[in-house]
């Protein structure tokens, strides 16, 4: 009997690196949408809850090939006291903000062009502006924000991580 536990705990320890990597893989090359990537990297907690408040969760997460300029919690920090809370309680003005962010296509940094490019949004009256010169990369409305983290992959599309929360 203990040669039969010995020869499993065995075949265990040979089949288990082999099971673990192959779901190791799998997770790395089949990432969430664009709203589990956020919740899990645990920086846009602010951005999350004001998608939820203006009712565009579901969107993010089933809005194929887009891409999200998604500004950190210390961009919506940054605003003046009491922005978010207003913003909070006016879903229209919220929902305006957070669809400028939002960009009908999947780009990633490589297929930003050198200069200055214009991006439709989602919020019919913003069109961004990407710039890119010499690799660091910009996004303007009526402010500008950096492009800290670029490329963060997701099953329905892309996230760039800004600085600044992009006004319209």
Do not use: C, R
């Amino acid at each position: 009997m203990t040669a039969l536990k010995t020869l499993a705990l065995a075949s265990l320890m040979t089949v288990s690196p082999i099971v673990a990597a192959t779901s190791y893989a799998q997770m790395a090359s089949a990432p969430g949408n664009v709203v589990e990537v956020a919740t899990e990297a645990g920086t846009f907690t602010t951005l999350l809850a004001a998608a939820e408040a203006a009712g565009l969760v579901e969107a993010l997460s089933t809005t194929a090939d887009i891409t999200v300029f998604a500004p950190s919690d210390d961009a919506f920090a940054a605003l003046p006291e009491g922005t978010v809370e207003g913003l909070l309680e006016d879903t229209d003005a919220l929902t305006a903000i957070l669809t400028a962010h939002v960009v009908p296509q999947t780009i990633l940094s490589a297929d930003i062009a050198e200069g200055d490019t214009e991006v439709p949004t989602l919020n019919d009256d913003v069109t961004l502006t990407v710039n890119n010169t010499g690799g660091v990369v910009t996004v303007s409305a009526s402010n500008t924000a950096n492009v800290v983290t670029a490329d963060v992959e997701a099953s329905n599309g892309v996230i760039h991580v800004i600085d600044a929360v992009l006004l319209p």
